[in-house]
């Protein structure tokens, strides 16, 4: 126990040094009963002892154990040393510190000097627009006498604003908190309007992808502008009519906050119920009590109006009795001018006026007159006599309303001479005779003998004439008679029935259509234009038709059936006597027969216009159409040209011979199929020879060779003078490879061995590349593999064992991605031996597989 | 005052807008669809015990689903689903948007709406379909713009949903 507690406790040890330690009885019980305790306890000491070990033990559990901690506590122990930690970075380097710092900062030092600028371009201009005014001056002196300054005071004059509308609407959905209005202040429903105002900062956030906290702060519409303070859970809108002081943004913002102060908990959890909220409105009502109306205080205006009361007292009633003496003169000089009025008497006495004369009935009411001059009536005494002036314009006057004279009379004043003029019935000259006579004693001259003597029968006897005359010019009408007799109008003559309606001519002419009696006699009017429409009418040309006047003649141009000229003809015929010519020699017949025979004459030329179409014959009969002839059958299908040219192919008999044609065209496609000319090659017409340009392996070149021969015996002409032969230099080292490559086998085997494989491989990886490359230079590349055996044993298992080699080589080969249609088959037998065969090794040597690469 | 606000969501065309020009309260005119991308209307409804104004954001009909501004979403309440009876794509797209709007605020209360129930002839949607929907809890209603059927009916049972 002594050597545990030794162990366990370094202190122990002093106590119990006594004791022996060295005894190896204790060491081996020790051994047997705390043995990993030691071990434990020594790891957890050695752990305790060592900084380093300790630190990282402690780190790994210190994020863990801070998060437990009770927040207060943790706080409070922390802040000294974090204190302290920032104080010495920002004396290390301060910068780090504005770094982190500077995304919290930035925007509401930008907001702030934003305003500031605003505020202090604003009072700029408002101090510039003020400075040499009278208003200015004012001003100044204000500001002298409040000590303020003068931008100050100048802001404070000019800035007429008011705030109409608050609205604080929940930042999250965009519901209305409250809304408060000022006096006559209306808008549509605030609920909607707030609901509008967050879609639109929301949607101005997304289309510009602004990620700042803040929202729109300004919208401006003509005098009304949006203000928008932005806080934590609610948005103030303010709508401002006028021009508002950058501070009116303080003030709102204040008010946001003292909002946000009263009623933190129930603005976050709102949910749409304002009721929880009333108290806010109080608060938003300071907003809307905001406003700077156009000043007028400050001047002493009741002082100043007062002496100014006086100043009018003393100097007034001076002013007001010369003027009115000076009105007064004014107006008598006016009634002196005025014609009929003659003024006798006049003076002033004791602030009254007395006036005495004559007037004129028809002149000008002295009393009216009066209006507009100022003097008061009441304080004028008048006394007028009526008499009759002389003067033109009222014997004019008097005139008029005595005689009355009718609209066809004017009556106007010349060189103090009245002058009637114009038309009037014979009883009304007769009455303004007798009153120019009662006028000639000392009166103006009436002059009458302008006026000429109308009666209502002069006058229709005049209109019914320009109805005749009207009638005369008509085209199909002839007036044989017309008179008047006791006020009735006769007329005869003869009328087109397709000319116009003489009655309908009546209208406009103020001619009474009861008072007219016609006896019109129809006839048929010769007139061309008549002629025409009774033949359009008459004939009903066809559309191809068009009948027409030139030079009084009738003209018909066009195609038409006979059977349609026929009658044209009758009636050309028919208006020979004395009407206009018909001339109908511009029509063509055209009958269906002619037509059809047309539309095969245009098949047939266009059949021998054809490449490879020779037409030998062909007629109509009966309705019926007959072609023979020869064709090539690369030429286009007669049948198919049918269609689109009128011809009813029901009606179309061919019979048609194949034949070959020699046409360089047909030619080069018949050569085109047969050859199957290589990529590299290209066949051409030049001049009526076919050319054949380009590089192709040389067995192409030799068929190509042999059909020119035979091709020449026709007169064709095939010149394969410039065919090359396919340079394929590249390619023989590989074809080599690839021929010189053979695959062994086992004696009786069909299947190589194991050690062919790599062969196998390296053949297949070659024949590949052969095959890409001939391919890329327009020929297809070809394996020929020829199994081959061994003498020994019947020919005839030796000729299949062959095959099955050749056959289990493509097989393998195929396998290894070789395309099987490259690889031809063939067994050899023993017929093809590599070497003679009289040794051993000779047999194994010729069971194998060769390999020939063909081209073509 | 309660005031509950509340999105209108559907594929284009599916008739939205003509479901709130007959049956609601409305200033702003419907170019702001196209230009803002949404419009405000309201409606207010009964309820025996209160009157609850639901401020309805009718949000431009796209079909083209990455183009949905989920950010109008933000503080509702309830959606109202809108598809078109006889375009079955425009159900999908409907469900669709509902499950963009829930990944991003959370589960709320929703009516379906079957709209244009009056052209019987051209329904796409077959009634196994609907009762399949109807197992799921769901307030589904055949609405017509044309003949007013069943509007006043979802816009009251989503007024009682949002208030509970």
């Given amino acids: 126990m002594i050597e545990i507690a030794r162990n366990v406790d370094p202190d122990y040890r002093a106590q119990f040094e006594a004791v022996p330690t060295a005894d190896p009885r204790m060491e081996t019980l020790r051994q047997l009963l705390v043995s990993r305790e030691i071990s434990e306890l020594s790891r957890v000491t050695h752990l305790l002892n060592e900084p380093e070990q300790l630190a990282a033990a402690v780190g790994d559990v210190l994020p863990g154990a801070a998060a437990r901690a009770p927040h207060s506590q943790l706080g409070e122990a ?236 003393a100097g007034g009633w001076f002013f007001l009795s010369w003027q009115s003496g000076q009105r007064w003169q004014t107006y008598v000089s006016r009634l002196e001018t005025e014609p009929g009025i003659i003024v006798a008497e006049q003076h002033v006495s004791g602030g009254q006026f007395y ?234 017949d055209v009958s269906p027969e002619a037509r059809a025979a047309e539309h095969w004459q245009y098949y047939v030329s266009r059949l021998e216009a054809q490449p490879g179409i020779i037409v030998a014959q062909q007629t109509v009969r009966g309705g019926h159409f007959y072609i023979s002839g020869l064709r090539d059958p690369l030429a286009a299908d007669p049948q198919a040209l049918l269609s689109g040219t009128k011809v009813d192919p029901a009606r179309v008999h061919s019979q048609w011979q194949f034949y070959q044609s020699l046409d360089p065209k047909f030619v080069v496609k018949r050569l085109t199929a047969s050859l199957t000319p290589p990529k590299s090659v290209q066949l051409s017409i030049i001049q009526g020879r076919i050319v054949v340009v380009g590089e192709a392996p040389a067995n192409w070149i030799n068929r190509a060779r042999a059909a020119a021969e035979q091709l020449s015996a026709d007169g064709v002409v095939l010149d394969v003078s410039q065919l090359r032969e396919l340079d394929l230099v590249e390619l023989n080292h590989l074809r080599q490879a690839i021929q010189t490559t053979d695959i062994f086998f086992s004696s009786g085997k069909v299947v190589p061995g194991p050690e062919q494989m790599p062969v196998l491989d390296r053949l297949a990886d070659q024949i590949k590349e052969f095959a890409q490359s001939a391919r890329k230079s327009g020929v297809t590349a070809r394996f020929m593999l020829t199994g081959h055996s061994d003498a020994t044993g019947r020919e005839t298992a030796n000729a299949s064992i062959s095959a099955a080699r050749a056959e289990a080589v493509r097989a393998l080969l195929n396998k290894r991605g070789v395309a099987p249609e490259l690889l031809l088959v063939r067994g050899a037998g023993t017929f093809e031996p590599a070497v003679p065969e009289n040794s051993q090794a000779g047999s194994s040597t010729n069971r194998r597989v060769s390999i020939t690469v063909n081209l073509d | 005052m309660l005031q509950k606000k509340i999105c209108m969501v559907g594929g284009f065309a599916v008739g939205k807008t003509s479901l709130v020009r007959r049956f609601v309260q409305s200033i702003f005119s419907e170019t702001y669809l196209t230009t803002v991308g949404v419009k405000i209307d309201k409606k207010s409804v009964a309820l025996p015990d209160k009157t609850v104004d639901l401020i309805l954001w009718d949000l431009a009909g796209e079909d083209d689903i990455g183009s949905f501004r989920v950010s109008y979403v933000r503080g509702a309440t309830g959606l109202v689903l809108v598809v078109d009876g006889t375009r079955a794509a425009t159900l999908a797209v409907a469900l669709t948007l509902r499950e963009r709007v829930e990944a991003e605020f959370g589960a709320m209360p929703f009516v379906l709406l079957f709209n244009k129930s009056d052209l019987a002839d051209r329904w796409a949607i077959s009634d196994g379909e609907i009762n399949e929907l109807r197992q799921r809890g769901w307030q589904i209603y055949l609405t017509s713009a044309l003949s007013g059927e069943q509007v006043d009916d979802a816009f009251r049972q989503l007024a009682l949903m949002v208030t509970k």
Wanted: net charge negative; glycine share 6%.
């Fill in chain 1, 78 to 313: 922390l802040a000294p040393a974090v204190e302290r930690a920032v104080q010495r970075s920002i004396q290390k380097s301060p910068r780090t510190l504005t770094d982190i710092l500077y995304p919290v900062f930035l925007p509401a030092i930008r907001k702030s000097i934003g305003e500031k600028i605003d505020q202090t371009f604003q009072s700029l201009n408002e101090t510039l627009r003020h400075i040499f005014t009278w208003h200015g001056l004012k001003w100044r002196l204000e500001a002298w006498r409040t000590g303020a300054s003068f931008s100050e005071v100048v802001l404070k004059h000019s800035l007429v604003y008011r705030v109409e509308h608050a609205f604080l609407i929940h930042r999250n959905s965009g519901l209305l908190i409250a809304h408060v209005t000022a006096d006559n202040a209306t808008s549509e429903d605030p609920q909607l309007i707030s609901s509008m105002l967050s879609a639109i900062q929301d949607f101005v956030k997304d289309s510009f992808n602004e990620k700042e906290q803040s929202g729109l702060d300004t919208i401006r519409f003509g005098d009304l502008r949006l203000w928008s303070e932005v806080g934590p859970s609610a948005t103030l809108v303010s709508v401002i009519r006028g021009n508002p002081p950058e501070e009116l943004h303080e003030i709102v913002r204040d008010v946001l906050l003292r909002i946000h102060e009263g009623s933190s908990q129930a603005l976050v959890d709102f949910d749409g119920d304002s009721s929880q909220l009333a108290g806010v409105e109080a608060q938003l009502q300071t907003c809307v009590e905001l406003k700077q109306e156009g000043s007028n205080a400050g001047f002493p205006w009741l002082v100043a109006a007062s002496a100014l009361l006086l100043l009018s007292l």
């Fill in chain 1, 355 to 588: 006036i005495a004369g004559l007037r004129d009935p028809l002149a000008a009411d002295p009393q009216s007159l009066l209006s507009g001059t100022e003097v008061d009536p009441a304080q004028v005494h008048s006394q007028w006599q009526f008499y009759q002036s002389l003067e033109p314009e009222f014997v004019l006057k008097r005139l008029t309303a005595s005689l009355a004279p009718p609209e066809t009379v004017r009556l106007s004043i010349v060189n103090d001479r009245i002058i009637a003029e114009g038309e009037a019935p014979e009883s009304w000259i007769d009455r303004a005779r007798v009153a120019a006579q009662q006028l000639s004693a000392g009166g103006p001259v009436f002059d009458i003998s302008g006026v000429r003597d109308v009666s209502p029968e002069v006058r229709e006897a005049e209109r019914w004439q320009a109805y005749v005359s009207r009638l005369e010019t008509q085209l199909g009408i002839v007036v044989a008679e017309q008179k008047i007799r006791d006020g009735q109008f006769y007329i005869a003559g003869l009328r087109d029935p397709l000319g116009t309606d003489p009655q309908s001519l009546l209208s406009g002419t103020q001619v009474d259509p009861a008072r007219v009696h016609s006896q019109w006699q129809f006839y048929q009017s010769l007139e061309p234009e008549f002629v025409l429409k009774r033949l359009t009418a008459s004939l009903y040309p066809p559309d191809t038709v068009r009948l027409s006047i030139v030079n009084d003649r009738i003209v018909a141009e066009g195609e038409a059936p006979d059977t349609w000229i026929d009658r044209a003809r009758a009636a050309a015929r028919q208006l020979s006597a004395g009407g206009p010519e018909f001339d109908i020699s511009k029509v063509r």
